[in-house]
């Protein structure tokens, strides 16, 4: 079974998440304790998720490594502990009623955040080891081939946004001349962490947010193999999808885009505003992008049926 052949730590881990988020929508229910505004479990009911996802889409991109199994193994295995360890470290502060990210306050927070920082900076070198992994590989069909590492590409560059919010603000800097900061580093940009947000991801609805284009781009490295996966299957229907060369195109017109986006959004919150409040040039960068995405769409499906007409006459 294909099932079998799937990285065991890392399904281990995708199980212990599951679990997790059983645990963590019990404390959303049970416990009534708030941090930056929020219920306190929210966070490791929102990482165990993510966490469990990732996981599960590493674990099958390496069941595509077939050069380099052995290294892909420890990389993978690296990543399981990782998650688990980042995690640990979670819940111990939902436990203590601490914040995990950023927190400084006593010698035991800073500790804990370093240790965090240094699980996660682990986590995207074997990623990146692991795409390095994947580059080498020959997946038969190319647009399949793009997807899984045009994802991966964009899914680091997602990854790489968190080492952002690792600076400390310039309200932050400000106070250290005095006293030791409590707090460095932050996921808002012009506001403080903790204000009016999106419902679940509470994304800041009044100032810039770091974790939109965080989010956004790490989910390239599902989002974008599912769509390979849904252009084979609309094959079935649409004749035209049947040409490998179209999808490939279509694909890498889907890559472009999401990158796009994604830097989009980045851009957006690094100037201090809101997801949900965009600006007049940022409507029209959107704008300049969906035409972009439309006319690249035209042009690989366009391109297809002038190859039909030629080949026919």
Partial sequence: MRTLQLHRPLLVTALAMIG????????????????????IWLKPLKFSISITIYTLT???????????????????????VAMVLEMVIIVGQVVRGRQSHFNVATALDATLYSTMGATIAGTWVATAAIAVLLMRQKIADRANALAVRGGLAVALLGMAIGFLMTRPTSQQVATMADQA??????????????????PLVNWSTVGGDLRVGHFIGMHALQALPLLALALVFAAQRIRRLRDERVR???????????AGFTGL?????????????????TLA????????????????TRSATVTEAV???
């Fill in 265 to 281: 959004v980045t851009w957006q919150a690094l100037r201090g505003q809101s997801l949900v409040h965009p600006d007049a040039l």
């Fill in 20 to 39: 997790l988020i059983v645990v963590s929508a019990a404390g959303l229910a049970l416990d009534d304790r708030t941090l930056l505004g929020v219920p």
């Fill in 248 to 258: 490939l195109r279509l694909v890498a017109v889907a890559v472009g885009a999401y």
């Fill in 58 to 80: 590493i674990a099958w991109l390496l069941s595509l490594v077939q050069r380099g199994r052995r290294v892909g193994w420890w990389l993978g295995t690296g990543i399981a």
């Fill in 181 to 198: 900061p409590s707090l460095v580093g932050a996921h808002g940009v012009g506001v403080e962490d903790g204000g009016p947000g999106l």
């Fill in 311 to 313: 080949l026919a006459r």
């Fill in 285 to 300: 960068v959107a704008a300049l992008l969906g035409v972009a995405v439309v006319g690249g769409t035209l042009w690989a």
